[in-house]
């Protein structure tokens, strides 16, 4: 069975949010880093960075949220079928992890937010998903990241009224509320 390790407050339960869409069976490590859990030999052997997520499935180990969901994807999600569609999938997954997560940087945050939210706003004007009709990988990881912003930053989407209805479309999904709507657990 995977096993998913994570603690409250982390992109563990981005991954359980994915979990949770597919359908698919979990176990949760819950790791006590006030303990320092995270940095036992154990743990270590799992992830030598002592960072969650993680996940094993038997022998299997992998780290990072990005590249978990990415996994989950290609191994689970039969409708991104082709080469194109995985990677136009990739692209969204990185871009959450790389380019908007620049939002949450102060440095950065006056400069690329209203350029990110105007170019995401232009295509939820045009598709209810990131990748058209269909809820993917590409809404997890971009999803949670626009969810996470107003919680995190107080910062809302005035003036980006179709980030405004996708982020209340995703935020509605039921494994969102069981998952990162309910805390890691």
Known sequence: ?????GSARS???????????????????????QAAEHRQPSYLAINPMGKVPAI??????????GAILLYLSEKHDPLLATPEQRAEAAQWVLFANATLSNVFVESTREKETPRLFSALD??????????GDRFTVADVAVGSTLAYIPMMLKIGYEGYGAIAEYVKKIVERPAFQKTIGAGFK
Do not use: N
């Not at 094993?56 to 949220?65: H, I, M, N, V």
């Not at 232009?122 to 990748?131: A, R, S």
């Open 122 to 131: 232009q295509i939820f004007e045009q598709k209810p998903f990131l990748m």
């Open 56 to 65: 094993t499935e038997g022998d299997f180990k992998l780290w990072e949220s």
């Open 1 to 5: 069975m995977l096993k998913l390790y």
């Open 11 to 33: 992109r563990a339960a981005i991954v359980q949010w994915y979990l949770e869409e597919l359908g698919l069976p979990y176990e949760i490590v819950l790791m006590d880093m």
